[in-house]
């Protein structure tokens, strides 16, 4: 990523670390997404300078416009608008068990299940970042036959959704009550007014402390 001033072509780099040689920055502008801001992009920004970044989870992204402090320090708004773009190659996610492990946990789970809420919002990617932020390693699944699943795969927690007589039930395994979690992200999501990228922001202090927030600042929030 970057220009070298000196080059007539773009340079290959590793984004992650920004591009030291023509730092310091005015914008930048990353087309990838980020789970959090590097810090790397911070110190090469100016103060005032502005960083536009994809940043989410695998379910849902969105765009934040950062206005840069100078001292490792950030905040701004998300714009209201869906965009999307792959994650930044490097992350630590190479670790990652396969679709196929993840899905033999609910395809095989046995547990006793109760009634299960499925939140009207279910393939709303608006939602989706709410509810990712109270599932940050879940991935969800939606099989022939098999309304929802969910299954976390650092600890292989997972919740599996079927229709019975009565209605919606789900069968939960594993360390984590990933349904219960989904259905407290629902409860916020409803009573918050259904809320847009727009009313999230994003705190980063001189500290390395990156802090997704809804409506105020200091607002419900989540620790990046
Ligand atoms: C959505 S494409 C955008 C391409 C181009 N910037 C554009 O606007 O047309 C994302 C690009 O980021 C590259 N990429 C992903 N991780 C990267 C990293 N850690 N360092 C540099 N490039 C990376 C991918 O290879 C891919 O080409």
Same mark, same amino acid.
């Given at each position: 990523?970057? #220009?070298?001033?000196?080059?007539?072509? =773009? #340079?290959?780099? *590793?984004?992650?670390?920004?591009? !030291? =040689?023509?730092?310091?920055?005015?914008?930048?502008?990353?087309?990838?997404?980020?789970?959090?801001?590097? &810090?790397?992009? +911070?110190?090469?920004?100016?103060? $005032?300078?502005?960083?536009?970044?994809? /940043?989410?989870?695998?379910?849902?992204?969105?765009?934040?416009?950062?206005?840069?402090?100078? *001292?490792?320090?950030?905040? $701004?708004? @998300?714009?209201?608008?869906? &965009?999307?773009?792959?994650?930044?190659?490097?992350?630590?996610?190479?670790?990652? =068990?396969?679709?196929?492990?993840?899905?033999?946990?609910?395809?095989?789970?046995?547990?006793?299940?109760?009634?299960?809420?499925? !939140?009207?919002?279910?393939?709303?990617?608006?939602?989706?970042?709410? &509810?990712?932020? @109270? +599932?940050?390693?879940?991935?969800? @699944?939606?099989?022939?036959?098999?309304?929802?699943?969910?299954?976390?795969?650092?600890?292989?927690?997972?919740?599996?959704?079927?229709?019975?007589?009565?209605?919606?039930?789900?069968?939960? $395994?594993? !360390?984590?009550? /990933?349904?219960?979690?989904?259905?407290?992200?629902?409860?916020?999501?409803?009573?918050?007014?259904?809320?847009?990228?727009?009313?999230?922001?994003?705190?980063?202090?001189?500290?390395?402390?990156?802090?997704?927030?809804?409506? !105020?600042?200091?607002?419900?929030?989540?620790?990046?």
């Amino acid at each position: 990523m970057g #220009t070298d001033p000196g080059l007539r072509s =773009p #340079t290959v780099a *590793d984004g992650r670390r920004g591009y !030291p =040689p023509a730092a310091p920055y005015d914008r930048i502008i990353a087309t990838c997404s980020v789970r959090r801001i590097p &810090a790397s992009w +911070l110190a090469q920004t100016r103060p $005032g300078g502005i960083i536009v970044a994809n /940043l989410g989870g695998d379910h849902s992204s969105a765009t934040v416009r950062l206005v840069v402090g100078g *001292d490792g320090s950030a905040e $701004g708004r @998300f714009l209201p608008d869906d &965009a999307a773009f792959i994650e930044i190659e490097g992350e630590e996610e190479r670790t990652r =068990p396969s679709i196929q492990e993840l899905a033999d946990r609910w395809i095989h789970g046995e547990a006793p299940v109760r009634p299960a809420r499925v !939140p009207e919002a279910m393939e709303d990617v608006q939602f989706w970042f709410l &509810a990712q932020r @109270f +599932l940050p390693h879940v991935t969800l @699944f939606r099989a022939e036959g098999r309304p929802w699943c969910l299954v976390d795969h650092l600890d292989l927690s997972w919740a599996r959704v079927e229709e019975s007589d009565n209605g919606p039930v789900v069968a939960q $395994g594993g !360390p984590q009550r /990933l349904w219960d979690r989904l259905e407290e992200a629902d409860t916020l999501w409803t009573e918050g007014g259904r809320p847009g990228f727009e009313r999230y922001g994003l705190t980063i202090d001189g500290e390395g402390r990156q802090r997704l927030w809804l409506d !105020p600042p200091e607002g419900p929030g989540w620790d990046l």
